[in-house]
Every structure is written in C-alpha cells, then in structure tokens.
C-alpha cells in the first residue's frame, strides 16, 4: 500500500470511529488519524486476545507499507505501595515482570504525568529516538474509563504552524522553526531516564511531510526547550520558543475531545500529529500501545530491526 499523506492543516480533530477497514485508511492518510471499530474481528474470533490483535493491528491497517513494530505495551495504571499512580506497562510474560524498566513511581513524578494530570500533546518515542521516531501509532482500547476522563485530543503540526504564520508580529518564527537549532529534554510516563536532543523544532520531510517536534512546552517546572548553549541569539531563540510553545497551548486548548470505546484502536500519524489525554479516575481503563515505522518514516532507527521486535516500546 502507498501511503499518500498530504493533508489540510486543520486545528480540530475529531475521528469517527469506523468498520470498514478501507474507510480507516482513509481517514488516516487525510486527517493524520482514524479510529477502527473492530468488533467483527473481536466477535468472530472465540479466541481473541487484545495482545495479540494488537501485534496484528499495523499490518492490518498499513498493509506492507508497515516496515517495522515493536511489540504492544500494555497502558494502565495502577496505585503503587507509596500511595502514588504508576504506569504499569505490564505484560504478560514473566520475563516481562522481571523487568525492571517498567514506568515507576520515580518515573511518574519526575515526569508529573499521571492518571489524575493531562497528558499534554506529543509525539511517541522521541525520547529515545529523536527525529526517527516512530512514524505511526496504534491505541488498542481493551477498557474505557467507566465514568468518562481520560479522552483522547490531537493536533495537527501544519495547524500549528499555519496559525503561527497567520500572525504578522509572529510569522518569522514559522521559517525560524526549521532553522534554528535547539536543546530538547524529554521524559516519558512510561520509562525511565530522559533524552536530549539538539536540532530544529520543525523538519520537512522529502514526502511532505510537517514534522514538528513537541517537548513539554506547557506546564513543566524546568524548562524543555532551551536555546543551544552556543546560540549567536539566545534571546531571539528564546522568543522563538516562547511563540510557539504559545501556539501549541492554543492548539492543544482547542483540540476536539474524543473518547475510544471498547474494541476500538485509535490510529495516529505520529509524525504529522501530536496528541495527549485527559486525566481519568478510573484505573481499569486499559489500552494496549503498538510504535510503527512505515515506509515513508524517517528512516528506521539504530536498534529497530525491520519486521516485529518481541522488544515493547517500554524496554527501550
Ligand atoms: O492514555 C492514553 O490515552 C494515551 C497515552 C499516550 O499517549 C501514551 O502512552 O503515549
Ligand atoms: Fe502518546
């Protein structure tokens, strides 16, 4: 299948959730995200397993445009000893419970991510592998919170650039995203440690693709963007950051709310879109987590071998 991924910059994003397999792929490639209502598939098989289907959901929808999988990470979160909420990217295998590189407790409050916070927008894996990040996500939902929280947003990267190039005082950060350097932090809810990487907040990729990169510009004590360390400009650098980490709030303000149901996986253009949640009480709501490299990603990454890794994305 030849992924065509141009679309409109549009703020608000809303999917529709869909049966027909066809109608996804669709929905994907035109809005950057899809949800696909697999019921049928649920119903037909006595033996489903969400793990399972979610290994499968990739090459369902990407056909062989699908390069690359790492395996379902289970997201759910749990009260831990401390009276704090972790993630427990459990799964099922005992050698997955001796892993110790799960989302812990340090993890969650470093990070400040929890069940009860926002998930502000961003983009997966970008932590450990920066610009190569993968290229499609899939959220398998098993459980939904049961008393509404925790619904899904995304925004669009061309929107966000488009409105900040619709401001005459702000248009030159527009062009100065692609070309200005600068230094990213990263945490993640999920693992453990953070990533640094330096480079410009907005790349264009040879397909067209809008990739605009989304640290935590909203709420974060310490600062995640910053300018190089040998910046000719530091202050403009830094009213570049500030005008779009302006825009991201705007947009992220802004998004559409969805909720996933049950038997339903939220596609997601991890490179043309950011996305986030909302916080949630309910610790039963279980959504299983596949990171895609397609053949039009920006590459595959060091570590990331081509076909489906037993590896999930919490271990790396
Ligand atoms: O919990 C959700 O709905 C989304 C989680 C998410 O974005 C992530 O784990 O990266
Ligand atoms: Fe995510």
Redesign the pocket.
Known sequence: MALRLKREARSVLAPVARKDLEAVREDLQRDGMAIWDFTDVKNENPEFSFERFAEQVPSMVLGDACLATLAPTE?RMKISDDGTAEAVTLAASAEAKTHNKYGTASSAKQNKTTNQTL?PLHL?GTKVYGYQMPDFIF?VCERPCSNGG?A?FAVEAEAVLASIRADPSEAWVADALFSTPVQMLYFS??STGQGRWVGPLAVRLPDGRLLLQCPNVFDAVEPRVRPVEDSQDPTKDQAMIDVFAKHMRQAMNKAARFHMSANQVLCVDNLGTS???EPYEDLQRT?W?VWTWSSQSNGLPEGVEAGASRKRDCEV
Request: hydrophobic share 30%.
């Open positions: 997201i998930d997966d959220l925790g899904n809810v999920t996305h986030g949640r959504l987590r």
